[in-house]
């Protein structure tokens, strides 16, 4: 609220009352004098923002009441029945921590649950990372992935302002989250329409003629949407080009495990590019791999050059943090951190994280051999090499609004899919109506 706004209308109803005799304004309307004495709006020239397009189409399958309607649009993890899932090992944890008396609901530090942080690291950088021996590396706790990146574009506003590449497409709140940070965001074409993979000469280029220190934001594994991985052997080239330009590499790595079902195999490349020597940021999810998406569990991990830097960067994170949100929020810190710092309960969610990861890979493979079976046009290989939560189909907008009108599907408009909402009891008919809209739009 603008300083000042209230007694500016204060001093007009003053003069106003002061012109007018009283009872004239006590018998005017009810309305005229709210009109009369309305201070201008402090939201006058607010537009419409439009509707996040994700939550919108999650909307729209709520509001319709065909009971065979599939949802494919939000990227949260359903199991076989279409239903949400608490990992048991999330149910575990949460009874050990509703009976611990000693705990208390104090704040944490502003950098977050330390048994949380330290053990975030070492899950994506691997116990022997160079980073953690040399003890060059800063963590900070976060309001999920989101959070993560959204901290690190803060940090690097402030200190390695440069211009930053998305891939193209990309999870859609990259863009948001850099621009509103301030910087000039731009893309890197990463998705090769003819192949239905990964463009390797589009990003090299790209990268390779973008001004010197660009930050570069790379999805750690599952691209989103595409589904779309370099190899290791890609990662390499690309690495090649990072170091010859000297740019900044700002991983997003909200599917660790949930991705291959094997943590380190999701974490090779961001313990490639340690291995090689780049300084970077990771912005970690728990989202997704432990199925805590409302709990906004998150971590901002950093490799820096030595143990000073890192103890320099620490700072800044923690001073940005306490203006963003203070303190991080406890509950969700302390289920990951009970998980990943007991190895019993370490050993279930393995299992667990493995269950989800290969219940969605089953997924693929039925929609690939119903595809195939149908003699649905095109190929449909793409469905099986691509991995994690999401595919992208190909399916263009209009036999994706084809999918919505005449069989309840709901999905992108890009035609990207949420493995995760398929079953064995819909994957069928899934199929069966891409078939249709193939042929026919
Ligand atoms: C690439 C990518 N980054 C970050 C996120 C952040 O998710 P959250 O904030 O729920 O952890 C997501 C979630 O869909 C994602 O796909």
């Known amino acids: 609220?603008?300083?000042?706004?209230?007694?500016?209308?204060?001093?007009?109803?003053?003069?106003?009352?002061?012109?007018?005799?009283?009872?004239?304004?006590?018998?005017?309307?009810?309305?005229?004098?709210?009109?009369?004495?309305?201070?201008?709006?402090?939201?006058?020239?607010?537009?419409?923002?439009?509707?996040?397009?994700?939550?919108?189409?999650?909307?729209?399958?709520?509001?319709?009441?065909?009971?065979?309607?599939?949802?494919?649009?939000?990227?949260?993890?359903?199991?076989?029945?279409?239903?949400?899932?608490?990992?048991?090992?999330?149910?575990?944890?949460?009874?050990?921590?509703?009976?611990?008396?000693?705990?208390?609901?104090?704040?944490?530090?502003?950098?977050?649950?330390?048994?949380?942080?330290?053990?975030?690291?070492?899950?994506?950088?691997?116990?022997?990372?160079?980073?953690?021996?040399?003890?060059?590396?800063?963590?900070?706790?976060?309001?999920?992935?989101?959070?993560?990146?959204?901290?690190?574009?803060e940090f690097l506003a402030r200190f390695h302002k440069s211009v930053v590449y998305i891939s193209n497409p990309t999870w859609a709140v990259h863009r948001n989250i850099f621009s509103d940070s301030g910087f000039e965001v731009r893309e890197y074409k990463y998705w090769n329409e003819s192949t239905r993979g990964l463009d390797l000469e589009s990003v090299l280029s790209t990268f390779q003629s973008a001004?010197?220190?660009?930050?570069?934001?790379?999805?750690?594994?599952?691209?989103?949407?595409?589904?779309?991985?370099?190899?290791?052997?890609?990662?390499?080239?690309?690495?090649?080009?990072?170091?010859?330009?000297?740019?900044?590499?700002?991983?997003?790595?909200?599917?660790?495990?949930?991705?291959?079902?094997?943590?380190?195999?999701?974490?090779?490349?961001?313990?490639?590019?340690?291995?090689?020597?780049?300084?970077?940021?990771?912005?970690?999810?728990?989202?997704?791999?432990?199925?805590?998406?409302?709990?906004?569990?998150?971590?901002?991990?950093?490799?820096?050059?030595?143990?000073?830097?890192?103890?320099?960067i620490s700072s800044q994170l923690e001073r940005i943090t306490r203006s963003l949100i203070s303190n991080p929020p406890t509950f969700g810190a302390r289920i990951v951190s009970l998980v990943l710092n007991n190895p019993e309960l370490y050993e279930q969610w393995k299992t667990e994280l493995k269950s989800m990861a290969d219940r969605i890979i089953l997924m693929r493979e039925q929609l690939y051999d119903a595809l195939v079976k149908h003699e649905t046009p095109g190929t449909w290989n793409h469905i099986v090499d691509q991995i994690g939560m999401f595919s992208f189909t190909g399916l263009n907008p209009t036999q994706c609004k084809l999918l919505t009108d005449k069989f309840h599907v709901y999905l992108a408009s890009s035609g990207r899919i949420s493995m995760a909402g398929l079953n064995s009891k819909n994957v069928q008919r899934f199929a069966d109506a891409v078939d249709y809209v193939v042929r026919n739009a």
């Open 211 to 312: 001004p010197e220190g660009s930050i570069l934001v790379l999805h750690a594994c599952a691209h989103n949407p595409t589904g779309v991985d370099p190899t290791l052997d890609q990662w390499k080239q690309i690495s090649d080009v990072v170091k010859a330009k000297n740019h900044f590499v700002f991983f997003d790595c909200a599917y660790q495990g949930f991705a291959s079902g094997d943590l380190d195999r999701d974490a090779q490349a961001v313990r490639y590019f340690v291995e090689e020597g780049h300084e970077l940021f990771v912005a970690q999810s728990y989202a997704k791999n432990f199925g805590l998406y409302g709990e906004r569990i998150g971590c901002l991990t950093v490799v820096a050059q030595s143990t000073e830097q890192a103890k320099n």
């Open 1 to 153: 609220m603008a300083p000042g706004r209230y007694p500016a209308a204060a001093a007009r109803l003053l003069l106003l009352s002061s012109c007018l005799p009283l009872a004239s304004l006590l018998d005017s309307p009810r309305s005229a004098l709210r009109t009369a004495v309305a201070p201008t709006s402090a939201f006058e020239n607010v537009p419409l923002a439009p509707p996040d397009a994700i939550f919108h189409v999650a909307a729209s399958h709520r509001a319709d009441p065909d009971p065979s309607k599939i949802n494919l649009g939000i990227g949260a993890y359903r199991d076989d029945n279409g239903s949400p899932w608490v990992l048991p090992v999330v149910r575990r944890a949460e009874k050990l921590i509703l009976e611990d008396s000693s705990l208390d609901h104090e704040y944490l530090p502003i950098a977050g649950l330390k048994s949380f942080t330290d053990a975030s690291v070492k899950l994506i950088l691997g116990d022997s990372s160079p980073a953690i021996l040399e003890k060059r590396f800063a963590a900070n706790q976060t309001i999920s992935g989101t959070g993560a990146v959204r901290l690190g574009a």
